[in-house]
């Protein structure tokens, strides 16, 4: 069974909290966005291996220590997880980048496919698959099964806000995959919205409302 880690460190909870309020226009949601997704980037590779390097310093050599082994990749869902790319670029500037292009019939609520590329090597890389809203979780679960039939092995999901219904999806159909979000909440209402939830995080971002 995969690991569900709510990052609920105060400062993303506060940034969160601010995102949350409906008076909150774009500007200032997709910055938080990208704080938090920084953030929350340091929790999401705490586990990454180290290896010794040979250095010298001013003063003398030394063995320090480096990054080692595979290397990385984000691959947001679109629209939305767009904002959580630049955050954690910036902790991780060599991650190569991918797309997945879905959106939820609103009908029913079940994802459709309109894009994916991926970096040509993305079986050889952990990935960092990243969307700020897992409501239903079809999108995620959609999203890892794409990511899988292209040979990933190492994936990580991130998102912001979870619902329980999304979370144990997720964690029936991709067991091996953990998740981190900032915020667990209540549940989903009749339109498959996460309730307190933030709304739609896509128009939020692109102030498409
Ligand atoms: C939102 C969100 C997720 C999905 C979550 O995207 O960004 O991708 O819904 O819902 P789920 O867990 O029930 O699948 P949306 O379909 O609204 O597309 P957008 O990002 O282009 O606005
Ligand atoms: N997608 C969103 O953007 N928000 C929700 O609450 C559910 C799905």
């Known amino acids: 069974m995969s690991n569900l880690y709510v990052v609920d460190h105060p400062l993303i909870t506060h940034k969160l909290s601010i995102m949350r309020n409906k008076k909150t226009g774009s500007k200032d949601f997709r910055e938080l966005l990208d704080e938090i997704a920084m ?16 250095i010298e310093t001013p003063v003398t050599k030394m063995k320090a220590k480096a990054i080692s082994g595979k290397k990385l990749a984000i691959v947001p869902i679109l629209r939305a997880g767009l904002g959580m790319v630049d955050g954690l670029q910036r ?107 933030l709304g739609d995080a896509g128009d939020r971002i692109f102030g498409t409302l």
Do not use: W
Request: proline share 8%; with cysteine; net charge negative.
């Open 39 to 54: 953030l929350m980037g340091y929790e999401l590779t705490r586990d990454l291996p180290l290896e010794d390097i040979n």
């Open 91 to 197: 902790l991780i500037p060599v991650a190569k980048v991918g797309h997945i292009g879905l959106y939820r019939d609103p009908e029913t609520h079940l994802p459709i496919e309109y894009y994916c590329k991926l970096p040509p090597d993305i079986d050889e890389r952990i990935v960092i698959l990243v969307d700020p809203m897992l409501a239903t979780g079809g999108s995620a679960v959609d999203a890892l099964t794409m990511l899988k039939n292209k040979g990933c092995k190492h994936v990580r999901f991130m998102c912001l806000v979870a619902a329980p219904e999304g979370v144990k999806h997720v964690q029936d159909k991709h067991p091996d995959v953990d998740i981190y979000t900032a915020a667990l909440d209540e549940g989903l209402n009749e339109h498959a919205y996460i309730v307190p939830g």
